[in-house]
């Protein structure tokens, strides 16, 4: 019951915590300011994006989530995922385990970018991404992560490779991983 207790204190800390325009613009300022040294979006970022395509979500007080949206592709986009210390101003880049999409030999590895369309749970402190093979979606995969000790953990990776015009909801695709 304790547990209970403690997690729901926590997720109503969470909602308490609000992020106002103009702390979002000094984040966001801090880490353009230092794109270069964090080789922000692997120095591939679309400029011409506005910096109001940036998400920030809370983790706990003081430490927040950045999502940037790198560039965009035919039918998703590309996002880099940083850990910003409001205390200190330290970013960190966030490493995921990821799957290389290849249909013959599907290979665990890491990557500091996500190709698709991201959704982040700030209660639940839970990511998942939704990725198109092609723009039909009848093929692509369907990851879930989750926030736990300053880093995402690899909970779900669905995968289906064959793009047979037949629509599929991503959830619902064969599971790979765990």
Do not use: H
């Amino acid at each position: 019951m304790f547990s209970c207790q403690k997690e729901t204190r926590e997720n109503s800390e969470l909602e308490a915590i609000i992020i106002t325009p103009e702390e979002k613009q000094v984040i966001i300022s801090k880490i353009y300011e230092n794109q270069k040294d964090i080789k922000l979006c692997n120095q591939e970022r679309d400029q011409a994006l506005s910096i109001d395509s940036a998400e920030i979500y809370p983790l706990k007080e003081n430490q927040y989530l950045v999502e940037i949206l790198c560039f965009l592709g035919a039918y998703q986009g590309n996002y880099q995922y940083l850990l910003y210390n409001r205390v200190n101003s330290a970013i960190e880049k966030i490493s995921f385990a990821t799957f290389r999409d290849n249909p013959q030999n599907l290979q665990l590895t890491n990557t500091f970018t996500l190709n698709g369309s991201p959704e982040f749970d700030p209660i639940s402190q839970t990511l998942s991404l939704e990725t198109k093979s092609r723009g039909l979606g009848d093929c692509g995969s369907f990851v879930v992560y989750q926030w736990q000790n300053s880093e995402f953990t690899l909970r779900e990776y669905r995968y289906k490779s064959d793009c047979d015009g037949v629509y599929l909801s991503p959830e619902k695709y064969p599971l790979i991983y765990p």
